[in-house]
């Protein structure tokens, strides 16, 4: 089979981007890849269905470029519309989505410029402390996330995400005290006990404190299936693996394998997808397709098979409904428009699109409710 792909480039917040989608038959994927500067930024992979003529594949292969290009292209240009603009709350969501897609420079200029405007916004600290964190760059994300703690104590993931940037520049009493106060405010944090777990380990390999390492396997499992409980999914070969490694005082190793396990447990990366959904929606930016918004209720879908208990994405998925009620509905008002431009006197068009009008309003109200 001749080789099938598409590329594109297109200019964004002063930036040169190239989009590009191909089959990988050899892992039977279809691969979308973003690309600044000549670096790859991210990848996505779609499943490629067996046995398709090549004129269908050309089809497939051309939808889904065509997909991620408007998706990419129209959340860049939400943020060169936000940037200017005084809407804080707008800012806080937008980084939370360009963390998500890892457009992490993109990000941290934007939270940055927000930051200095509104120095007091909590959650503006928070999300420029995570595109920190995802960054690598430790040191100014604890500074970031110390004032979004201390802006707003009373919030549970300020606590986690501080303790992870805490765990990852090697202060364990700082993280395991952080994580403390995160399931203290939300008794059924599953993240933050596991990385409670994972903050005794590295106090035994640092050995920072010598008290809190006393008990270490103890205090360790002790955390590690207060997280189980709450998400089950914790509970594979790796973390028996993990544990087995710990048992014989590997705590390196055992941290190794742990914080992989913790890597890849479901995070609340739908949540942030359903915010991108979300903020191009309500600012009307194109890229919004009803194949898109279905393709992310059956991620959700999926998700929840494997993870039935996960009360998080029940409530996602619900949120998703809700975005797909609102597209469908506004999808229903063009067409009375349409019916009513080729006939002004249809009085059904006419009282059909009134109602749907109507919905509409009490959409917009849920959408905003839902998201904050």
Same mark, same amino acid.
């Given at each position: 089979m001749s080789a099938v792909g598409f590329t594109d480039r297109?200019?964004?917040?002063?930036r040169e981007y190239m989009i590009q989608t191909s089959v990988n038959e050899l892992r039977k994927v279809i691969v979308c890849s973003l690309f600044h500067s000549g670096q790859l930024i991210n990848s996505k992979s779609f499943p490629l269905p067996e046995k398709l003529a090549a004129n269908v594949l050309l089809d497939l292969v051309s939808r889904l470029h065509e997909q991620c290009l408007a998706e990419v292209d129209s959340l &860049?240009?939400?943020?060169?519309?936000m940037r200017n603009l005084d809407k804080p709350e707008i800012i806080e969501k937008l980084g939370k989505t360009l963390c998500a897609r890892e457009l992490f420079d993109e990000g941290k200029e934007l939270l940055s410029m927000a930051v200095l405007k509104y120095p007091? %916004? @909590?959650? %503006?600290?928070?999300? &420029?402390?995570? %595109?920190?964190?995802?960054?690598?760059?430790?040191?100014?994300?604890?500074?970031?996330?110390c004032r979004a703690v201390e802006l707003a104590p009373a919030y549970p993931d300020y606590h986690h995400h501080l303790g992870v940037a805490y765990l990852n520049s090697?202060? @364990? =009493?700082?993280?395991?005290?952080?994580?403390?106060?995160? =399931?203290?405010?939300?008794?059924?944090?599953?993240?933050?006990?596991?990385?409670?777990?994972?903050g005794f380990i590295q106090n035994g390999i640092v050995r920072e404190d010598f008290?809190?390492?006393k008990n270490l396997e103890q205090n360790c499992l002790q955390a590690f299936q207060k997280a189980i409980l709450f998400n089950p999914a914790y509970m594979n070969q790796a973390y028996e693996e993990g544990l087995a490694l710990l048992r014989e005082g590997k705590l390196q190793q055992a941290y190794d394998t742990l914080s992989m396990v913790a890597k890849e447990i479901v995070t609340h990366g739908s949540e942030e997808r359903l915010?991108?959904?979300? &903020?191009?929606?309500?600012?009307?930016?194109?890229?919004?397709?009803?194949?898109?918004?279905? *393709?992310?209720?059956? *991620?959700?879908?999926d998700l929840l098979k494997a993870n039935p208990g996960h009360a998080d994405l029940h409530n996602e998925l619900g949120m998703a409904y809700t975005v797909m009620s609102k597209f469908m509905n506004n999808k229903a008002m063009d067409h009375f428009k349409e019916a009513l431009r080729i006939n002004?006197?249809? &009085?059904?068009?006419?009282?059909?699109l009134k109602l749907s009008q109507n919905d509409l309003k009490g959409f917009e109200v849920l959408l905003e409710a839902i998201v904050k």
């Open positions: 297109f200019s964004r917040l002063s &860049l240009g939400l943020v060169e519309r007091e %916004l @909590p959650g %503006l600290r928070f999300v &420029l402390g995570k %595109l920190y964190l995802a960054k690598g760059i430790y040191d100014d994300a604890v500074d970031q996330l090697k202060r @364990p =009493v700082a993280a395991i005290d952080e994580f403390k106060k995160a =399931v203290e405010q939300n008794i059924y944090y599953h993240e933050a006990y596991f990385n409670l777990g994972l008290n809190l390492a915010l991108e959904m979300y &903020l191009r929606y309500i600012h009307g930016e194109n890229g919004m397709t009803e194949d898109g918004i279905r *393709q992310y209720v059956e *991620q959700i879908g002004p006197h249809f &009085l059904k068009a006419t009282r059909n």
